[in-house]
């Protein structure tokens, strides 16, 4: 990736890191699941997929499903500075005159469905991929799960099934952040070794940085990875990437920072100077 | 023509509709070679089936999915609610041997609380055909429909003339001055063996056939309040949620009582066994429901003579 596309991409992450900062406060988000993926979802819809806000209809366009909905600040980022959603309606957070809330909805276009509860869309995406390989064409069919998410027996469920019919235009991307909901996952459900795991249950997978967006371009530029297997990557993030003050700690999942915090942390981000943070932390779960 | 056939007639005409299963074949064994592509077997995955017919429902298509009603209404039910449900897709549910028809299984193959769970999804309809020749009249109108639905797959021989289906609407197979009986599904066989003793009695017995639960015919429902005599519900499910709640909630919504006999599972599994020994100890043969009645209405059972035997189910599945 040549140094012009990749500050570009770089810049549009960092305006959508903004959005999540805003969107933590008076009420909160999923601030630390949201960022981790900020940089994947950035380089998806700006630069890998074919969907854009004028072919949201087009059955030919890309489809990506988010299945991990609670990061869902960091794809409504990504609609507004991309002009898939006007940027006003971020403001209504949390309102009920809207549709913006802790997990994405076909509310809010570009959004392909709902989720928030996890395990759910590796299915449905499943059979959006078969559909569209019944009808003979290439689009690509990406579904994000979390790495907690993992946890779930449906997602493997999914992927025996999906490996089974060889269906090769579905691509599982795992946002390998380290975390679930409280607790890191090597201390609760160890994941690891992970893609040996996926390789067991018929993937082709690659693993790679997830924050390094010349390592998205190689990775997602070789799909498929096989001619008879669905395509995993597992992309190794960290949890509040971008907010040194809440990086990789496991008590900034779901955050809902001060006024003034929000402040700091927007300084925070540009100069990655620590903000000192009073706000409690919170557990949701 | 036989479910098989219909299936195979309706997706030939129509390449919206998409043949699913976790692996639960009985009733489709030869539409592999028949439909290709649109026969979509997710083996024993009741969850990834119905998240995945959900994705072919965002793409356009109708997906007729099934698996065994327990594992698809209990096994699957988030999968149900939150993608079928809460996207409002037309995904075509047909839960194979419900109620009583899993006869020999045992509890863990009981589907007794589907319409329960189903009805209670909102957007979903549910349906419950009296047999085969019911259910193949119905299932074009259900399948045709734009929203989710549940059906109680039910492949008995008839051995009642059905009048022509229509969503919403209740089959009136009889009036009656002394009893109505109200019931839905393979039972309904035996409540109109239950009629013909009672009427030998001298008594006038309403019947009607419930297929449509989901949207109910609520002015039928209120035809029979009206009439002031005993009601009875009669199904194979437990007594919460089913027949005997859609008909308490219809008459709370009206603001009326009844004088209503509720034949239903309470509070357990039912004993396991042949199909005929099942309905004779849970007492829902036809006999035993018109003594059941009998009771009710204080009359002597004692003349009450037993009804054709029950013909065995024919699915070991």
């Known amino acids: ?285 | 023509m036989t479910y098989e056939e219909l299936i195979k007639e309706t997706a030939l005409a129509d390449d919206r509709l998409v043949v699913m299963t976790a692996e639960n074949r009985a009733l489709i064994r030869n539409l592999p070679a028949v439909l290709g592509p649109r026969f979509i077997d997710t083996g024993i995955t009741e969850q990834t089936l119905i998240g995945a017919a959900a994705g072919l429902a965002l793409r356009g298509r109708v997906p007729v999915v099934h698996a065994l009603a327990t594992f698809l209404t209990l096994r699957a039910f988030e999968f149900i609610r939150t993608d079928v449900g809460i996207g409002k897709l037309p995904v075509k549910l047909s839960g194979f041997v419900p109620g009583f028809l899993s006869d020999g299984n045992g509890p863990t193959h009981q589907a007794i609380e589907d319409v329960s769970l189903m009805r209670g999804i909102p957007g979903m309809t549910v349906f419950a055909p009296a047999d085969e020749a019911d259910m193949l009249a119905m299932l074009p109108a259900i399948w045709a429909s734009p929203v989710p639905a549940y059906v109680r797959v039910n492949t008995r021989p008839a051995t009642y003339e059905h009048a022509p289906f229509e969503i919403g609407k209740a089959e009136i197979v009889a009036e009656g001055t002394d009893v109505t009986i109200l019931t839905y599904g393979m039972l309904f066989e035996q409540t109109l063996v239950a009629r013909e003793l009672l009427q030998a009695q001298g008594k006038s017995v309403g019947l009607i056939n419930l297929r449509s639960l989901k949207p109910v015919d609520e002015t039928a429902l209120l035809d029979v309040v009206r009439r002031g005599s005993l009601i009875v519900t009669v199904e194979d499910h437990f007594i919460t949620g089913g027949l005997y709640s859609i008909l308490a909630e219809v008459l709370l919504r009206n603001q009326l009582m009844a004088r209503v006999l509720p034949l239903a599972l309470e509070e357990r599994w039912y004993r396991p066994g042949r199909l005929s020994a099942v309905l004779e100890h849970e007492g829902f043969t036809g006999q035993h429901i018109a003594r059941r009645i009998a009771e009710a209405l204080g009359e002597t059972t004692e003349n009450i003579s037993a009804g054709p035997a029950v013909m065995e189910n024919h699915f070991a599945e």
Not at chain 1, 192 to 217: M, N, T, W, Y
Request: aromatic share 8%; with cysteine; hydrophobic share 40%.
């Open chain 1, 1 to 285: 990736m040549n140094l012009e596309k990749q500050q570009h991409l770089q810049q549009l992450a960092l305006r959508v890191r903004e959005h999540i900062v805003h969107l933590s406060t008076d009420g909160g988000c999923f601030t630390g699941a949201s960022l981790s993926c900020a940089d994947l979802l950035v380089y998806l819809y700006a630069d890998c997929l074919n969907v854009r806000p004028d072919n949201l209809q087009d059955p030919n366009r890309d489809y990506l499903f988010l299945s991990k909905g609670h990061d869902v600040p960091a794809l409504y980022g990504t609609f507004v500075e991309l002009g898939f959603l006007d940027k006003d309606r971020l403001a209504q957070h949390l309102s009920t005159d809207d549709h913006i809330y802790w997990h994405p909805n076909r509310n809010v276009p570009g959004v392909e469905f709902h989720s928030g509860s996890l395990g759910h869309l590796p299915s449905v995406a499943l059979g959006v991929a078969m559909d569209c390989r019944m009808r003979g064409q290439d689009n690509k069919v990406i579904v994000i799960t979390g790495d907690g998410e993992l946890n779930e027996g449906t997602v493997w469920e999914s992927l025996l099934v999906a490996s089974a019919h060889q269906v090769n235009n579905l691509t599982l991307v795992v946002d390998r952040n380290h975390f679930q909901a409280n607790v890191a996952t090597e201390d609760l459900i160890p994941l690891e070794p992970l893609a040996p795991k996926f390789e067991a249950f018929g993937c082709a997978v690659r693993r790679i940085d997830g924050h390094d967006f010349s390592q998205l371009e190689d990775a997602f530029s070789a799909l498929p990875f096989s001619d008879t297997k669905p395509s995993v990557i597992i992309c190794d993030t960290v949890r509040g990437r971008g907010l040194p003050s809440i990086e990789a700690r496991a008590d900034r999942w779901f955050c809902n920072f001060s006024a003034e915090e929000v402040e700091d942390l927007l300084r925070e981000l540009h100069s990655q100077e620590a903000t000192n943070l009073t706000s409690e932390t919170l557990t949701v779960r």
